[in-house]
């Protein structure tokens, strides 16, 4: 098996009196892309939250690349639904960010910048500010961001949730087609089944809280760099009703 890079053992976290995640086990090896899905408040955030450092486990640990994650790192990245893109930065300044603070050079900065925005289809944007730009092409430039940093981990939270429908469907083109170039090893969170499918190796389905993970679904659909060709998958169908089981969707109508 490829090296594991993201691994979660026996993890739990409570806020006060309430359970929010309990048991989780899993492992992501490398360049592999996993979805996460399950009930809202079910603690899909919590369990990124913990593996960006942000907030510290109550029991068990995750590791990066082996080491135990204590605190927010260069070796992993975030992506939310909000692009926290800063308004007074350029396109590439925002880019850039994550560089400047690890002191690159200004013209290393600018070589993988624009090779980035290039990748991320937006090389015509680079001297534009984020107020220019639409939702989607603000979420290409978060995702160029990320990137730069060249993390071992990306952690998406609900990255497309606020983008409509066909919007949606590009991103997600645009996400397949970058994390095959890449490489990156991922845990994306999504609510959205068929783009669970559509984007990864694998689905790793949670329970209501307190969240533990029922399920793993291998997704056995060739061409994971290309998610509009998985949606129109004859294999796609029967996977969105096994989740759609999984996750009791549908049960309370008649
Ligand atoms: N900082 C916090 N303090 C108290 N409770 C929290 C906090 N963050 C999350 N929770 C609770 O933990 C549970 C899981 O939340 P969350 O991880 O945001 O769920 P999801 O992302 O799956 O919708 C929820 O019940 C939520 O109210
Ligand atoms: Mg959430």
Known sequence: ????????????????????????????????????????????STLLNMGSGLDPASEGEVLVDGEKV?????????ML????????????????FGLE??????SERKAISLELLRKCRLPDFAENYPHQL????????????TLAVDPAVLLMDEPFSALDAQTKMVLQ??????????????LFVTHDLVEAIALSDRVLVM?????????????????????????KSPKTGPYIAQLMSLLHIGEEVH
Not at 33 to 39: A, E, Q, T
């Open 1 to 44: 098996m490829a090296q594991i890079r993201l691994e979660c053992r026996n993890v739990a976290k409570r806020f006060g009196a309430i359970t929010a995640v309990q048991n989780l086990n899993f492992k992501i090896a490398d360049g592999e892309v996993v979805s996460l899905i399950g009930p809202s408040g079910c603690g899909k």
């Open 101 to 106: 603070i690890r002191g690159v050079p200004a």
């Open 70 to 78: 204590t605190k927010p790192n260069e070796h992993v990245a975030f």
């Open 81 to 96: 639904q909000k692009d926290l893109l800063l308004p007074w930065r350029t396109i590439r300044q925002n880019v850039e």
């Open 207 to 231: 329970s209501q809280r307190p969240g533990t993970i029922i399920e793993e679904i291998v997704i056995d659909i060739p061409g994971r760099e290309n998610p509009m060709e998985r949606r």
């Open 134 to 145: 639409s939702g989607g092409m603000r979420q290409r430039a978060a995702l160029a961001r």
């Open 173 to 186: 083109q645009d996400l397949g087609r970058t994390l095959a170039e890449t490489g990156k090893t991922t």
